[in-house]
């Protein structure tokens, strides 16, 4: 597939930026969605946007062969990319678009003019929901979903978009806008897609000083660098690296037969997406107690993703990672020679391709990713809570596997713990179209809305 | 202390003390072996890990197969043949102050195998051309003939940084030039960061660079200290030009002490603004989990091979790819594996979580194992 010469990514690696050409780029886009879409009604992008995803999830659509084609340039195996973009763009249906405007503004149609809804017909108020003229997103690194979500959710609130990728990592986006720009090349022409190393400070502020709103992803210090050179006026939201995990109660561990389907649920989140995304588990909690113990639960878990590794490999990854697995895997050894009860492992053999590391230590640990899980046995959720306060800030979603009755217990708990997102183990990395990333609401840090009281 | 040990211990002294051929191929399977043999019954905590791994000195057939140790376990636990009482000092591995530090014990012998060791190498790869006398008796080997350069340390001085393996190494270079104690010219800051004392630097490096026949001098450091001296000269606008002759070496990352910048960058700029030719600027490698270093020495360089690394012919480096275990095939990059005959008292196979792709007869340093701590939070207590 030869792809057209349309955006700044579409540039050989040899041509160099120049602040003028970002200036230039952004008065385009700006123009570009004055004349093609400031003034498009939100059911034209709906219908876009779902027909856009849909042509994804063909099998045929030639976009989505050749990212498939050269997934490795994604960073994933083939097998592993085809699901986790399966997973993505089934979200994105007309209905759940019209919940999310519904959840969001209280209607699907309050970006297209004054209008009532839900409880401000009492006080007889109209608003209208505006939104940013020109977004720009500084997109994560390790995992392609949250630029894609970003650019679609930029189109829905019919923003101009520039859309800045950290090296290496525009492969995907590229294709995605590709995809626009050809099903409808007046919304492509309000979208840029640029590729540079972050920090470097000559085009950012060129893009900044033009910018109504940043989006980024990224460490804390890379958020913070980017907030202190934004100007005033320009919203800034900002999303830190965030950590996840799973629990899993000793009541549906009863028989091993349960716990094998448990344990499938959570090989399902490791693997997705090589559990580099936030949402993907670091640790698995296991309640200890139940005829399964969280040591068999480990070994399951184990023999689980060895089985993935046959159907969805994790392929390639740099040497740099494989050589923290490697590192993490000799310490195992050691522990586990030392404290054979305490400590276990299970391998692939001859490859780094997944780990399980199980420890009676419920201390929450931070795992080197590329399929390397933890199981820790806890004697119940407050425990692992307590193992887990030294990342409480910074959690995102708990993956939880209990039985129904006791489901809404944990799920308060969880919340008033300060998760942000509680859900089915292995469900982790399928957040909804109306996920409130970080807790904050979807759309709504984007917006700005105008009262009438009448 | 360990009758059989200490033997070994005097064995390998007297080894290094002849230099170079002394130790073939041969021998030094052999030794290893030896050495395993050794360590397997002094070292309680090693013995552990080998019988996990099914092996002993019964089963291990070559020194390749000797199990190793990964650095992080120095951090969990006593690996040492030195019961406590006998215990003079421990050297802690550099790092984040939120990990617990590798903890290398020393006695009495194994510091004095730990100067040996240092020294020779130091000697061979720094300072090549300084002759030295086959002198009668113990002292065989130990010291240079003519007159030692002059030297200057950019750390600070071991009084203040016992913890420190570089620092000792380096203070057994003083000692053994004559240098004085007031050849440290760095401190450690009221955050326990090492920083450069500028008037020191100053004052030390002035009379070689004013007087024309000046003798050369030799300036040592880490990358970081070597970016703080060049800052500083920068802010400065200094430049001195050390007398011909002099060198420089230069060991370690940047931990986020400094700036970071490439090797190439690094030696380019120590050339131009300190008039040292990138041929007489030397890196040296070494962890303090090791009681010998590698260097990319000028002899090395000389030799047309590109600069790579060789450690001592009684330590050995071989290159392990992260995936398979097995030996990395040239010109791949994999995990740096070290057999250090001179770690008598505590385990002399160590994985190190450095990358390194083998280059002729040594290696080169091309990366390390990513932290866990670069997605955001450090956490790792491992």
Same mark, same amino acid.
């Given at each position: 597939?030869?792809?057209?010469?349309?955006?700044?990514?579409?540039?050989?690696p040899?041509?160099?930026l120049?602040?003028?050409m970002i200036l230039?780029?952004?008065?385009?886009?700006?123009r570009?969605?004055?004349?093609?879409?400031?003034?498009?009604p939100?059911?034209s992008?709906v219908n876009?946007?779902s027909g856009?995803?849909?042509s994804w999830r063909?099998?045929?659509?030639?976009?989505?062969?050749?990212?498939?084609?050269n997934a490795?340039k994604?960073g994933f195996?083939?097998?592993?990319l085809?699901?986790?973009?399966?997973?993505f763009?089934v979200?994105?249906?007309?209905d759940?678009?019209?919940?999310?405007l519904?959840?969001?503004?209280g209607g699907?149609?309050?970006l297209?003019?004054?209008?009532l809804?839900?409880?401000?017909?009492q006080?007889?108020?109209?608003a209208?929901v505006?939104?940013?003229e020109?977004?720009?997103?500084?997109g994560?690194g390790?995992?392609?979903?949250?630029t894609?979500?970003?650019?679609?959710l930029?189109?829905?609130?019919r923003?101009?978009?520039f859309v800045?990728?950290a090296?290496?990592?525009?492969?995907l986006?590229?294709?995605?806008?590709?995809?626009i720009y050809d099903?409808?090349?007046?919304l492509?022409a309000?979208l840029?897609?640029a590729e540079?190393?972050?920090g470097?400070?000559e085009l950012e502020n060129a893009?900044?000083?033009?910018?109504?709103?940043?989006?980024?992803a990224g460490?804390d210090?890379?958020l913070?660098?980017?907030?202190?050179?934004?100007p005033?006026h320009?919203?800034?939201?900002g999303?830190g690296?965030?950590?996840?995990f799973?629990?899993?109660?000793?009541?549906?561990?009863?028989?091993a037969?349960?716990a094998?389907?448990?344990?499938?649920?959570?090989?399902?989140d490791?693997?997705?997406?090589?559990?580099l995304?936030c949402?993907?588990?670091h640790?698995?909690?296991v309640q200890?107690?139940?005829?399964?113990?969280?040591e068999a639960f480990?070994g399951?878990?184990?023999?689980?993703?060895e089985r993935?590794e046959?159907?969805?490999?994790?392929?390639?990854?740099?040497?740099?990672e494989?050589?923290?697995i490697a590192?993490?895997?000799?310490f195992y050894?050691?522990?586990a020679a030392h404290s054979?009860?305490a400590?276990?492992?299970?391998?692939?053999?001859n490859?780094t391709a997944?780990?399980?590391v199980?420890?009676?230590?419920s201390?929450?640990q931070?795992?080197?990713?590329n399929?390397?899980?933890?199981?820790?046995?806890?004697?119940d959720?407050k425990t692992?809570?307590e193992s887990a306060?030294?990342?409480?800030?910074?959690?995102?979603?708990v993956g939880?596997a209990a039985?129904?009755?006791?489901i809404?217990?944990?799920?308060?708990?969880l919340?008033r713990w300060g998760a942000?997102r509680?859900?089915?183990?292995g469900?982790?990395?399928?957040?909804?179209l109306?996920?409130?990333?970080?807790?904050?609401p979807?759309?709504g840090?984007?917006?700005t809305?105008?009262?009438?009281?009448? | 202390?360990?009758q059989a040990?200490?033997d070994?211990?005097?064995?390998l002294?007297?080894l290094?003390?002849?230099?170079?051929p002394?130790?073939?191929?041969?021998q030094f399977a052999?030794?290893a072996?030896?050495?395993?043999?050794?360590q397997?019954?002094s070292n309680?905590a090693?013995?552990?890990?080998?019988?996990?791994q099914?092996a002993?000195p019964?089963s291990v057939?070559?020194?390749?197969?000797i199990p190793?140790v990964p650095?992080?376990?120095?951090?969990?636990l006593?690996?040492?043949?030195i019961?406590?009482e006998?215990r003079?000092?421990?050297?802690?591995?550099?790092?984040?102050?939120t990990q617990?530090p590798?903890?290398?014990?020393?006695?009495?012998?194994?510091?004095a195998?730990?100067e040996?060791?240092?020294?020779r190498?130091?000697?061979e790869?720094v300072?090549?051309?300084?002759?030295?006398?086959?002198?009668?008796?113990?002292?065989a080997?130990?010291?240079?003939s003519g007159?030692?350069p002059?030297?200057?340390f950019?750390?600070?001085?071991?009084?203040?940084?016992?913890?420190?393996s570089l620092?000792?190494?380096l203070?057994v270079?003083?000692?053994r030039?004559g240098?004085?104690?007031?050849?440290?010219?760095g401190?450690?800051?009221?955050d326990g960061a090492?920083e +450069?004392?500028?008037d020191? #630097?100053?004052?030390? =490096?002035? *009379? &070689?660079c004013q007087a024309?026949?000046?003798?050369?001098l030799?300036?040592l450091?880490?990358?970081?200290s070597f970016?703080h001296?060049?800052d500083w +000269?920068g802010?400065?606008? #200094?430049a001195f030009? =050390?007398? *011909? &002759?002099?060198?420089?070496m230069?060991?370690?990352?940047?931990k986020n002490r400094?700036?970071a910048?490439s090797?190439m960058?690094l030696h380019?700029?120590?050339a131009?603004?300190l008039g040292v030719?990138i041929v007489?600027i030397i890196c040296e490698y070494g962890?303090?989990?090791?009681s010998?270093q590698?260097?990319?020495?000028e002899?090395r360089n000389?030799?047309?091979?590109g600069?790579?690394?060789?450690?001592?012919?009684?330590?050995?480096?071989?290159i392990?790819?992260?995936e398979?275990g097995?030996e990395?095939?040239?010109g791949?990059a994999g995990l740096?594996r070290v057999?250090?005959l001179?770690?008598?008292?505590s385990?002399a196979?160590?994985?190190t979580?450095d990358l390194g792709?083998?280059?002729?007869a040594?290696f080169?340093l091309?990366?390390?194992?990513?932290?866990a701590e670069?997605?955001?939070c450090?956490?790792?207590?491992?």
């Amino acid at each position: 597939m030869n792809l057209p010469n349309y955006f700044l990514a579409d540039l050989p690696p040899e041509a160099k930026l120049s602040p003028a050409m970002i200036l230039e780029a952004c008065q385009t886009l700006k123009r570009n969605r004055g004349r093609y879409l400031a003034a498009r009604p939100t059911q034209s992008l709906v219908n876009f946007l779902s027909g856009l995803a849909e042509s994804w999830r063909r099998r045929e659509f030639p976009f989505r062969r050749f990212a498939l084609e050269n997934a490795g340039k994604a960073g994933f195996s083939r097998a592993t990319l085809e699901r986790g973009m399966d997973d993505f763009f089934v979200e994105f249906t007309r209905d759940k678009f019209e919940a999310l405007l519904v959840q969001e503004f209280g209607g699907a149609g309050r970006l297209d003019g004054m209008s009532l809804a839900g409880a401000e017909k009492q006080p007889s108020r109209a608003a209208l929901v505006r939104t940013p003229e020109f977004q720009v997103h500084f997109g994560a690194g390790n995992v392609p979903n949250p630029t894609l979500m970003s650019v679609v959710l930029g189109l829905l609130t019919r923003s101009a978009q520039f859309v800045k990728c950290a090296s290496g990592s525009a492969f995907l986006p590229r294709l995605f806008a590709h995809s626009i720009y050809d099903a409808d090349p007046k919304l492509g022409a309000s979208l840029e897609i640029a590729e540079w190393p972050g920090g470097n400070l000559e085009l950012e502020n060129a893009l900044f000083a033009e910018a109504d709103c940043v989006t980024a992803a990224g460490g804390d210090e890379t958020l913070d660098e980017i907030r202190k050179r934004l100007p005033l006026h320009v919203r800034f939201i900002g999303h830190g690296h965030r950590v996840s995990f799973g629990f899993v109660a000793n009541g549906v561990l009863a028989s091993a037969g349960s716990a094998e389907k448990i344990a499938a649920r959570a090989a399902d989140d490791v693997v997705a997406w090589n559990q580099l995304g936030c949402l993907s588990p670091h640790v698995i909690y296991v309640q200890s107690g139940a005829a399964v113990s969280p040591e068999a639960f480990a070994g399951m878990l184990a023999g689980e993703l060895e089985r993935r590794e046959t159907s969805q490999p994790r392929g390639e990854i740099s040497q740099e990672e494989s050589a923290a697995i490697a590192s993490r895997r000799a310490f195992y050894e050691v522990r586990a020679a030392h404290s054979p009860e305490a400590t276990r492992h299970w391998c692939s053999q001859n490859s780094t391709a997944w780990t399980v590391v199980f420890e009676a230590d419920s201390l929450f640990q931070l795992s080197c990713l590329n399929r390397f899980v933890y199981v820790k046995a806890v004697a119940d959720l407050k425990t692992a809570l307590e193992s887990a306060d030294a990342v409480r800030e910074k959690v995102s979603t708990v993956g939880v596997a209990a039985p129904e009755e006791k489901i809404g217990d944990l799920a308060e708990q969880l919340a008033r713990w300060g998760a942000t997102r509680v859900c089915p183990l292995g469900r982790m990395q399928n957040p909804p179209l109306t996920w409130r990333h970080d807790g904050r609401p979807a759309l709504g840090d984007l917006v700005t809305w105008t009262d009438w009281e009448k | 202390m360990n009758q059989a040990l200490s033997d070994f211990a005097a064995r390998l002294r007297a080894l290094i003390a002849i230099g170079q051929p002394a130790i073939a191929k041969q021998q030094f399977a052999e030794l290893a072996l030896d050495l395993f043999a050794l360590q397997f019954r002094s070292n309680s905590a090693y013995r552990k890990i080998c019988r996990a791994q099914g092996a002993t000195p019964g089963s291990v057939e070559h020194w390749t197969q000797i199990p190793i140790v990964p650095t992080s376990a120095f951090k969990e636990l006593e690996l040492s043949c030195i019961p406590p009482e006998e215990r003079a000092s421990v050297f802690h591995s550099s790092g984040t102050t939120t990990q617990k530090p590798s903890r290398h014990f020393h006695g009495v012998e194994s510091l004095a195998l730990y100067e040996a060791s240092s020294w020779r190498w130091f000697l061979e790869n720094v300072l090549p051309d300084l002759q030295f006398k086959r002198g009668a008796g113990g002292a065989a080997g130990s010291s240079p003939s003519g007159n030692p350069p002059p030297a200057i340390f950019l750390t600070p001085p071991p009084a203040q940084t016992p913890r420190s393996s570089l620092v000792y190494m380096l203070d057994v270079v003083r000692r053994r030039l004559g240098a004085p104690a007031t050849a440290f010219v760095g401190k450690i800051n009221a955050d326990g960061a090492w920083e +450069l004392n500028y008037d020191a #630097l100053r004052a030390a =490096l002035a *009379p &070689g660079c004013q007087a024309a026949d000046a003798p050369p001098l030799l300036l040592l450091g880490t990358a970081f200290s070597f970016v703080h001296l060049l800052d500083w +000269l920068g802010e400065q606008n #200094l430049a001195f030009k =050390l007398p *011909p &002759g002099s060198r420089v070496m230069e060991t370690g990352g940047y931990k986020n002490r400094s700036r970071a910048m490439s090797k190439m960058e690094l030696h380019a700029l120590i050339a131009a603004r300190l008039g040292v030719p990138i041929v007489n600027i030397i890196c040296e490698y070494g962890m303090s989990e090791l009681s010998s270093q590698a260097y990319d020495g000028e002899k090395r360089n000389a030799e047309g091979g590109g600069r790579s690394f060789c450690f001592p012919p009684w330590a050995a480096a071989r290159i392990i790819s992260p995936e398979t275990g097995r030996e990395a095939a040239d010109g791949q990059a994999g995990l740096i594996r070290v057999c250090d005959l001179a770690n008598v008292f505590s385990v002399a196979a160590i994985q190190t979580e450095d990358l390194g792709i083998r280059r002729g007869a040594g290696f080169e340093l091309v990366g390390r194992a990513s932290p866990a701590e670069a997605r955001g939070c450090s956490l790792m207590n491992a």
